[in-house]
C-alpha cells in the first residue's frame, strides 16, 4: 500500500510541474543522441560526428564559404514549431567564418504546406506463409514559402575582365560584401510531372573593395568602371524572379529530369544605368543505374537541415557495399539584357573555371572565376558511384564559354575540362569533394571542398 500511495504521489507531482517546452525536449534529445552514440568505436565515431554537425536544435556548421575564401566553420541553429496537421514552420540560424577572415551568416525561415499524403498500396504477388504487401508513400510536392536575410563578406575573389577571350595574366583581386533580404515560393500545380511554379523578390546590397596583398593586383589598378562595369558604384538592387521547375521520373526511375527556367529583373532605383534582365534555362537528366541517386537539394529543408521528409531525420551513415550511381547530362543555358545605356555589374555575371561564387565547379581546370560574362552555355557530362560506404567516385566533364553579347551564344569554340576523384557522403553531413582537374591547355589542379550546405538541404541565396 505505501508504495501504491507514493506511486500516486509522484504521479501527481509530475503532472503538476510545468509542461517541457518543445525546445527543451529538443535539447534534451540531442544530449541522449551524444550520449547513445559517442564513444563506441569507428561506427559510434561516425554517429557522433553525425550528431555534432547535424542534429538539432545546436550543431557545428562546417563548410567552403567561396573559392578563394578558405574552409569556413561556426554554429548552427535549427527549431521548428507546428501550429496544426497542415502547416509546419522552421527557422534555420547560422554563422561561420575562415582563415582568412571571410565570414557568412543569416537566418533562414521554411513555411511548408504539409497536407496528408495519400497512401498507395503496392501490389505484390504473394505466398501461403509471406508477409502482405506493403504499403508506400506516393511521389509528393510541398508547397513552401521562404524567407530569409543574409550576408557575407568574401576577402578574396578574382576578376580577369569580361568576356571569353581574356588572359591569366589579368588577374586582379576584389573583395565583396552582400547582403540579401527576402523571400521566394514554390507552388506544385501538375503532381505527375512534378512541376511547381517558382517566384522571388529579393533587395540585394553590395560592395566591392580592392584589397591589398592578396597575391595578385587589386582591382582597381588593372581596371575601371568600363573594363568592370559597376566597379565605380555599388547601387542597392530590388530583384525579382519567376520561373517554372519540373523534376519527373520515367521508365521505372531510370530517368530522371531536373529542369528549370527562371526569368530574373534586376532594379537599381538610384541608377538605371545598372538595371538589367536575365534568363536562365537548366536542362538536367539524371538516369540512375539501379533505380536510385544520391539524395539531392529538398526544398522542405533548410541549408542547415538534412531530413528525408518534414519532420523526420537525417539519413544514417553507409557502412558496405551498395549499389548506388547515376549518369548525368546538363545543359545551363544564361542570358542577360540590358537597355540601351545600361550595363550587367561585373559582380552579377556568371562565371565558368574553377568554381563559381556559389561554390558551382564549372570548367573546374581552370582558375577560379577565369572567365566572366552577362551569357553563358556549359554542357556537362557525369557519372558518379560508391564504393564502399560513405565513399564514392566521380567524374566530370565540361564544355562552355562565356559571351559577351547573346549573339555569341553558341557551340563554336567550345572551352573544355576534365575532372575525377572521390565523394564522401556521410549521412547529413555536407558533401566533400576530392577531385583532380585537367584539361583547357592553361593548369591542372587539385580540389578539395565541401557544399556550404547539408545533404538534402536547400541552396543558400544565390549571389549573383
Not at 63 to 78: E, K
Not at 156 to 161: D, I, R, S
Not at 258 to 287: C, E, I, K, L, M
Not at 387 to 416: E, M, Y
Request: with cysteine; aromatic share 12%.
Amino acid at each position: 500500500m505505501r508504495f501504491t500511495i507514493l506511486g500516486v504521489l509522484l504521479l501527481a507531482s509530475a503532472t503538476a510541474l510545468p509542461q517541457e517546452s518543445q525546445l527543451a525536449a529538443d535539447f534534451r534529445h540531442e544530449h541522449q543522441d551524444l550520449a547513445d552514440s559517442c564513444g563506441k568505436g569507428l561506427k559510434g565515431f561516425m554517429a557522433c560526428a553525425q550528431t555534432l554537425f547535424t542534429d538539432h536544435p545546436l550543431h557545428i556548421a562546417v563548410g567552403s564559404i567561396a573559392p578563394q575564401n578558405g574552409f569556413g566553420a561556426g554554429l548552427a541553429f535549427v527549431t521548428h514549431y507546428t501550429p496544426n496537421e497542415k502547416w509546419r514552420l522552421s527557422w534555420d540560424f547560422d554563422a561561420i567564418g575562415s582563415s582568412n577572415a571571410s565570414w557568412r551568416a543569416g537566418g533562414y525561415m521554411k513555411i511548408i504546406h504539409t497536407p496528408p499524403i495519400q497512401i498507395v498500396p503496392v501490389v505484390v504477388a504473394t505466398t501461403p506463409g509471406s508477409k502482405p504487401p506493403k504499403s508506400k508513400l506516393a511521389v509528393h510536392q510541398y508547397t513552401v514559402f521562404n524567407l530569409y536575410a543574409q550576408g557575407i563578406g568574401l576577402n578574396k575573389l578574382f576578376y580577369y575582365g569580361e568576356g571569353p577571350n581574356t588572359t591569366p595574366a589579368g588577374q586582379s583581386v576584389f573583395s565583396e560584401q552582400q547582403a540579401i533580404v527576402g523571400g521566394s515560393g514554390i507552388v506544385p500545380v501538375f503532381q505527375p510531372l512534378a512541376l511547381a511554379l517558382y517566384g522571388e523578390i529579393n533587395g540585394r546590397f553590395v560592395t566591392i573593395g580592392s584589397p591589398q596583398n592578396q597575391g595578385a593586383p587589386p582591382i582597381g589598378t588593372l581596371y575601371d568602371n568600363a573594363t568592370a562595369p559597376g566597379l565605380a558604384t555599388q547601387p542597392g538592387f530590388a530583384q525579382f524572379g519567376e520561373g517554372i521547375r519540373m523534376n519527373p521520373n520515367f521508365f521505372h526511375d531510370h530517368l530522371q529530369l531536373n529542369y528549370q527556367f527562371t526569368f530574373q529583373q534586376f532594379v537599381a532605383p538610384s541608377n538605371s544605368t545598372y538595371s538589367f534582365r536575365r534568363w536562365t534555362a537548366d536542362f538536367g537528366h539524371v538516369f540512375p543505374l539501379y533505380g536510385k541517386t544520391p539524395p539531392g537539394p529538398r526544398a522542405f529543408n533548410g541549408p542547415d537541415q538534412c531530413a528525408t521528409a518534414p519532420g523526420g531525420k537525417c539519413p544514417p551513415i553507409s557502412y558496405s557495399i551498395n549499389r548506388q550511381g547515376a549518369i548525368g547530362i546538363r545543359v545551363l543555358l544564361t542570358e542577360s539584357i540590358a537597355d540601351a545605356g545600361s550595363v550587367v555589374p561585373f559582380y552579377f555575371q556568371p562565371t565558368l573555371g574553377g568554381s563559381d561564387i556559389n561554390g558551382g565547379s564549372y570548367l573546374a581546370s581552370y582558375n577560379d572565376y577565369r572567365f566572366r560574362a552577362p551569357n553563358l552555355l556549359l554542357i556537362r557530362e557525369s557519372f558518379e558511384h560508391s564504393i564502399w560506404g560513405p565513399f564514392g567516385v566521380n567524374f566530370v566533364a565540361d564544355q562552355g564559354k562565356v559571351a559577351l553579347t547573346r549573339g555569341n551564344v553558341n557551340f563554336s569554340n567550345l572551352t573544355h575540362s576534365f575532372a575525377g576523384g572521390f565523394t564522401i557522403r556521410a549521412g547529413g553531413l555536407p558533401v566533400v569533394y576530392f577531385l583532380f582537374a585537367w584539361g583547357g591547355g592553361e593548369s591542372s589542379h587539385n580540389i578539395v571542398s565541401a557544399d556550404t550546405s547539408l545533404l538534402g538541404g536547400s541552396a543558400r541565396p544565390s549571389l549573383f
